[in-house]
Every structure is written in C-alpha cells, then in structure tokens.
C-alpha cells in the first residue's frame, strides 16, 4: 500500500461545526460481536446530551433476530418509535445462533417490533427520510456491511423522490463515515466490513475475502457522491494484524451497571456463551468510527481528506491525496486509553426518563396539484433529548400508517377517505394534537 504525504482535515470539518444537532441515521449489523451495542448506547447517550437525532437504526444482516434486537434497545432507552430497519435482499433470512446476543436481546427484551418482517425495508426506509430531509442535513454512519448502502446507490427514483440512488445521496447527505479498511503502517489489509483480504486467509478465517461484501464496498467507494470517511480496524484494533498501533479497549466497567441493564448484558452474554466470564472489554472499532461521526475530531482523532481510497478485489486498501475529492480516513490523535474512557462513559450514561410533552402538531397541510401526494410543515419537539420521527396517519379515527417524513403518499387507502388526520411522533411515541384536510 502507498500513502502519500497526509494533508489535515480542515475544511470539512469547519462544514460540520456548522451543522450543530446531527440528524443521523446508524447503519449497523448486531449480531455477535457486542460492539455494535456499545455504539447504539453511545448514540442513544450522546441524543439524549442534545448532540444529535437519530432518524432511523438498520440493520444489514441476514439474521432474523438482528432487527428485533435493534427496537429492543430503542425502547430499552425510552426510544420505541425510532424506525427500525431490515436489509430484505438476502435470499433467505435465518434464525440467529443462540451464542448471539441478538437472539439473547429478541427473546429476553421487551421490543416495539414484533417479528423481522415487521422491520422496514431498509433501502425504502432510507429513501423515505432522505427525501423529506433539509438538503445536505444527514449524517449516515456504517459500522456494518455496505449491504443497504449499495441497494440505496443503485436505487431509482420512486413515490418518495424521482431522484435516484445517487442524486438523492449527493443532495441530502452531508457525512458518511464507515468503519472498515486499513490505513495504517502499509499493512492495507481489510478485516471484514469492506469484504477482508486474501493475505488474511491464513490469519483468521472470519477476517478471510468476502466476495460480495466486496464487490458491494468497492461500488460504494467509487460513486458515494457525499464527503465518504472512514474509521480503519487499526483505529480501535491496533494490534491488527501486528499493527502496534494501540487498542481501544471498552466494556470491563459495564460491569457496574444494573445487572439487566441491556448494554451489560449484551457484553456478558457475548463472553459467557464463549466461555470467557472475567474480562468482557472489546475492541472498540464502531465506537471510534461514530465517536468522530458526531462529534468529528476533536481532541481524539485526525481525519485525511481530499483523496481518493481504493479497494482492491484481494481487500488491499490505499488512499492517495487528491485536491478534487472527497474521500478520507481517520488515525487516533489521542492516547487510547484516554479515547477508551471517554467513550465508555457515552456509553455508560443513565437512561434518559421518558418525557410526557407532545411535540407541537403539524401545520400548513395540503394537497399537491395532481393529487398524488400530501405535505405538511415539519413539527417540533421542545423537550432536550427528544425529536420528531415520523408522523402517524389516520382515516378520521382508524389508523392507516406511519410516515417517515412530512410527505404523505396518496394510495388507495387514503384515496377513499373524506379527511386525513395526521399526527406529530417523537422519538418516546408520544403522538401531537391532531390536525386534519378535508378530502374530495
């Protein structure tokens, strides 16, 4: 791997100092290893702080119990109606193995979701958000496979918006960060994420190339058309691969939590089911990778930018200075062990109490010239820690649907009805006063 002379971050990161609250949307794969937990706590924590909004959680693996474990978490922090997720392109979904934790959380959990295929759509879900959202307002964190991101690319325009994949992407995002790749010490191997390496064949099976995973990353790479930035596996696992580059090492105070507090046992479960019954830190490679998502570089990182990374089809990775792009990576500038404890106390905080204050009812509503469609003005929730997710619909008095944005696609459900009434949701699921349009 060749890694030309670093030029700092700095435009960038001026831009994002300027968007203030993050509205963000986790891209993530619960399943075995606890880490992906930790991030949810950590962005759940860092909501409730005001520091961002979450729009949506999705879920990009091909387990069935994944999605359940995700809307067992939101409600676990008070947060049922944040929408859930589900990448729905695999062949076939399976049943999760009992070692995982998402299939501990799913049976264990009181959740929101009752089966996987109660989950959205995750492409669908994206296109929805995107289309409503204030242009280059969203933050897309991907601590998982490229899966949903590869499918939203390589989307065509639909009820939501006529842009595709691409131009919806290009318009609406102002961030992508991604935990995956290798930038550190010419070592260049990928893990897993971005679809691992041949070279590490010999090393660990599971960090051994996936061929889709890479074909999926290597697309993404090349036509992201947002600013693209990623977290390496040497960030929070440096020892990877003989790196000495100094491990993030998170979860061992989680002990200290509740005995059924969700995060805890998440870690517990992960090291018990193998075993291990002491020591239950982790690597902490998603976390860096949302840490810097939203609260950028601050005292803990130094991001690259204005390149252009390749990945190759054997899982190499490089990155090479560029003025006219706008792809990068991130390397610790802080000692790990001072990184390790400021993110675990993100993820420690105490559960946020849920607030009984409606958010403010929805205004201005109306119907476009051809019908197809109703808009209203986005609604408000006053309270800290607290936002507007969607917005339920309803036939006069018998609900129909919820809408992940200030659109109402007009289909037979609603063609027939001679008023709609929508209603404000905040992220609790505390409904707003009602406001209605007469139909023809």
């Known amino acids: 791997m060749r890694i030309l002379v670093f030029t700092c971050f700095t435009l960038l990161s001026v831009n994002l100092s300027l968007l203030g609250q993050k509205k963000v949307i986790l891209d993530t794969d619960p399943s075995a290893d606890p880490d992906d937990v930790g991030c949810m706590a950590m962005l759940h924590n860092m909501a409730t702080n005001g520091e961002c909004e979450i729009l949506a959680i999705i879920n990009s693996t091909h387990y069935k119990q994944s999605s359940l474990s995700i809307s067992a978490i939101n409600e676990f922090y008070g947060r049922k109606a944040i929408p859930?997720?589900?990448?729905?392109?695999?062949?076939?979904?399976?049943?999760?193995?009992?070692?995982?934790?998402?299939s501990h959380l799913a049976r264990v959990y009181p959740r929101n979701i009752k089966t996987w295929k109660d989950a959205r759509d995750?492409?669908?879900?994206?296109?929805?958000?995107?289309?409503?959202?204030?242009?280059?307002?969203?933050?897309?964190?991907?601590?998982?496979?490229?899966?949903n991101f590869y499918d939203l690319l390589r989307s065509e325009g639909d009820q939501y918006s006529s842009l595709n994949g691409e131009q919806l992407v290009r318009k609406k995002v102002a961030l992508v960060v991604t935990m995956g790749g290798n930038f550190i010490d010419g070592k260049g191997l990928d893990r897993t994420n971005w679809g691992g390496s041949e070279t590490l064949c010999s090393y660990t099976d599971w960090s051994c190339l996936n061929a889709e995973r890479n074909r999926m990353c290597r697309y993404v790479i090349e036509h992201c058309p947002s600013p693209f930035m990623a977290s390496g596996w040497e960030v929070g696992c440096g020892d990877y691969h003989n790196a000495n580059y100094g491990n993030v090492m998170t979860g061992q105070n989680l002990r200290s939590l509740d005995t059924t507090h969700i995060l805890r046992r998440s870690y517990e479960y992960h090291f018990e089911t193998r075993g291990e019954t002491e020591d239950i830190s982790r690597h902490s490679n998603d976390q860096c990778a949302l840490h810097f998502a939203i609260r950028g570089e601050g005292d803990n990182y130094v991001a690259y930018t204005n390149g252009k990374i390749t990945l190759s089809e054997s899982g190499v990775c490089s990155w090479e200075q560029s003025n006219h792009l706008q792809q990068g990576f991130i390397q610790k500038k802080r000692d790990k062990d001072a990184i390790a404890a400021e993110i675990e106390s993100l993820m420690m905080m105490p559960v946020q109490k849920t607030e009984l204050i409606p958010p403010s009812s929805p205004k201005n509503i109306r119907v476009d010239q051809k019908g197809k469609r109703i808009t209203w003005d986005k609604s408000i929730d006053p309270v800290k820690?607290?936002?507007?997710?969607?917005?339920?619909?309803?036939?006069?008095?018998?609900?129909?649907?919820?809408?992940?944005?200030?659109?109402?696609?007009?289909?037979?459900?609603?063609?027939?009805?001679?008023?709609?009434?929508?209603?404000?949701?905040?992220s609790s699921g505390i409904e707003s006063d009602p406001n209605s349009i007469e139909m023809n």
């Open 84 to 102: 859930v997720g589900d990448y729905k392109g695999y062949e076939k979904k399976i049943e999760s193995p009992e070692r995982n934790y998402d």
């Open 122 to 147: 995750g492409v669908s879900l994206y296109r929805e958000i995107l289309a409503s959202a204030t242009d280059t307002s969203i933050t897309i964190a991907i601590i998982g496979t490229m899966h």
């Open 385 to 426: 820690g607290s936002w507007v997710v969607g917005y339920n619909i309803y036939n006069r008095d018998e609900y129909v649907k919820t809408v992940y944005g200030n659109q109402l696609i007009i289909d037979e459900r609603i063609a027939g009805s001679t008023a709609v009434v929508i209603k404000a949701l905040n």
